[in-house]
């Protein structure tokens, strides 16, 4: 099974400043015959599902700001929000879709200082 | 508009079936595959398993002999069973839509319903 591991648990960033989130996989993600990373991010609000942001590592999905960014390849990915707004507060979260049983990390909790 | 809205029992006793429905709108279940996520209070998520268009069935292993998830297309929804709960399977259950057929990353999400193992 691939275990992803976020890094930090928790951030606390200033308005308008960068947030950086970290995931780790414990195995490639990257599926050779498409040259693509299997790796998701999702944002998920008090009381509410989990919203995608992010597929392919670093395609924002429609609608989400474009303040919001995915980058990495193979096992080490990042989330960053280059910009803090005060409704980016939220938990986030990585998954990996490239095998069987899909997994997420633990989530990062991200507030404002 | 895409829309999923999960419905069960909130509560369930021990050692007895978890038996959840997830009724979509806006979208025919024959078009996608299907997934059912679990989050226990304060903790993270858990992918349980998904059903394919043409009903195919994955379920994480950790689960895989407990659940069975189902489709009835003439209502356009899917279920979940999972038998012999404990405690440990309390959490709130989401029902999703796979984005891209058989690959499983999420794009509509059910708002979730918490179902409570106790006695």
């Given at each position: 099974?691939?275990?992803?591991?976020?890094?930090?648990?928790?951030?606390?960033?200033?308005?308008?400043?960068?947030?950086?989130?970290?995931?780790?996989?414990?195995?490639?993600?990257?599926?050779?015959?498409?040259?693509?990373?299997?790796?998701?991010w999702?944002?998920?609000?008090?009381?509410?599902?989990?919203?995608?942001?992010?597929?392919?590592?670093?395609?924002?999905?429609?609608?989400?700001?474009?303040?919001?960014?995915?980058?990495?390849?193979?096992?080490?990915f990042?989330?960053?929000i280059?910009?803090?707004?005060?409704?980016?507060v939220?938990?986030?979260?990585c998954?990996?879709?490239?095998?069987?049983?899909?997994?997420?990390?633990?989530?990062?909790?991200?507030?404002?200082? | 508009?895409?829309?999923?809205q999960?419905?069960?029992?909130?509560?369930?006793?021990?050692?007895?079936?978890?038996?959840?429905?997830?009724?979509?709108?806006?979208?025919?279940?024959?078009?996608?595959?299907?997934?059912?996520?679990?989050?226990?209070?304060?903790?993270?998520?858990?992918?349980?398993?998904?059903?394919?268009?043409?009903?195919?069935?994955?379920?994480?292993?950790?689960?895989?002999?407990?659940?069975?998830?189902s489709?009835?297309?003439?209502?356009?929804?899917?279920?979940?069973?999972?038998?012999?709960?404990?405690?440990?399977?309390?959490?709130?259950?989401?029902?999703?839509?796979?984005?891209?057929?058989?690959?499983?990353?999420?794009?509509?999400?059910?708002?979730?319903?918490?179902?409570?193992?106790?006695?």
């Amino acid at each position: 099974d691939i275990v992803m591991t976020q890094s930090p648990d928790s951030l606390a960033v200033s308005l308008g400043e960068r947030a950086t989130i970290n995931c780790k996989s414990s195995q490639s993600v990257l599926y050779s015959s498409t040259n693509k990373n299997y790796l998701a991010w999702y944002q998920q609000k008090p009381g509410q599902p989990p919203k995608l942001l992010i597929y392919w590592a670093s395609t924002r999905e429609s609608g989400v700001p474009d303040r919001l960014s995915g980058s990495g390849s193979g096992t080490d990915f990042t989330l960053t929000i280059s910009s803090l707004q005060a409704e980016d507060v939220a938990v986030y979260y990585c998954q990996q879709y490239y095998s069987t049983p899909y997994s997420f990390g633990q989530g990062t909790k991200l507030e404002i200082k | 508009q895409v829309q999923l809205q999960e419905s069960g029992p909130g509560l369930v006793k021990p050692s007895e079936p978890l038996s959840l429905i997830c009724t979509v709108s806006g979208d025919s279940i024959g078009s996608y595959y299907w997934s059912w996520i679990r989050q226990p209070p304060g903790k993270g998520l858990e992918w349980i398993g998904y059903i394919s268009n043409s009903e195919i069935t994955s379920y994480n292993p950790s689960l895989k002999s407990r659940v069975t998830i189902s489709a009835d297309t003439s209502k356009n929804q899917f279920s979940l069973k999972v038998t012999s709960v404990t405690a440990a399977d309390t959490a709130v259950y989401y029902c999703a839509r796979d984005k891209i057929g058989s690959i499983p990353f999420f794009d509509y999400w059910g708002q979730g319903t918490l179902v409570t193992v106790s006695s």
